[in-house]
């Protein structure tokens, strides 16, 4: 699936705006690519197999609101399956953003 990114960013309130303009989010391939993933070791009988990983614990930081430099326009960098938090608030917080 795909989404406008910049048109995501741009529906957001202002106030939600403000509260993730400088957030951090977590990113993880966990919740598919892990053992105990979507993917991982109960997934059986796919026709294309798909390998599940401990490498998929990482984790890595990134922006949520990220601005492209030539339009110098901002779009909202996160995703359902990736993102696993946001760095600063509990999960509960981070589900209500």
């Known amino acids: 699936m795909f989404a406008n990114q910049y048109a995501a960013w741009d529906a957001l309130p202002g106030t939600m705006k403000s509260l993730l303009a400088d ?48 339009p110098g326009r901002t779009a909202l960098f996160v995703s359902m399956g990736y993102t696993i938090g946001i760095e600063g608030m509990t999960d509960a917080q981070a589900a209500r953003s």
């Open 23 to 70: 957030k951090q989010g977590i990113h993880s391939a966990r919740r598919g690519y892990s053992r105990q993933g979507q993917y991982g070791e109960k997934d059986k009988g796919r026709s294309m197999a798909i390998r599940y990983s401990d490498s998929a614990l990482a984790t890595q930081v990134h922006p949520i609101a990220r601005v492209h430099p030539r």
